[in-house]
């Protein structure tokens, strides 16, 4: 299962930290992503982090997103500043496949929502 939190409200420009619980035994074996989907749009890749800390970014969010994992908790972190309008979405948090495929059933997101 996984479950994400730390969504919010927030003015442009300011930050949140998103943190996603993982259940199993196979967190650490994981390519471990964060996805988001706004209102009438695809969901997205926006960062993954691999088994060995290699980070990668969207180039939306390039800069300013920061994501991080923790193998002994079974968590995987998003640290976002900066942030923007456009950043509004649910954020989920998945094990990602070779591409950008979800490997898990979805769990639940957590909602960010920055104002103007």
């Known amino acids: 299962q996984l479950q994400a939190s730390g969504g919010g409200l927030v003015q442009a420009g300011g930050s949140l930290r998103l943190s996603c619980a993982a259940s199993?035994?196979?967190?650490?074996?994981?390519?471990m992503g964060w996805f988001r989907q706004a209102p009438e749009k695809e969901r997205e890749l926006v960062a993954f982090?691999?088994?060995?800390?290699?980070?990668n970014y969207a180039d939306s969010v390039k800069g300013r997103f920061t994501i991080s994992r923790d193998n002994d908790k079974n968590t995987v972190s998003l640290q976002m500043t900066n942030l923007k309008p456009e950043d509004t979405a649910v954020y989920f948090c998945?094990?990602?496949?070779?591409?950008?495929?979800?490997?898990?059933?979805w769990g639940q997101g957590t909602q960010v929502t920055v104002s103007s």
């Open positions: 998945n094990a990602v496949l070779a591409g950008t495929k979800p490997r898990f059933p």
């Open positions: 199993g035994n196979s967190f650490r074996f994981n390519i």
């Open positions: 982090i691999t088994t060995g800390g290699t980070t």
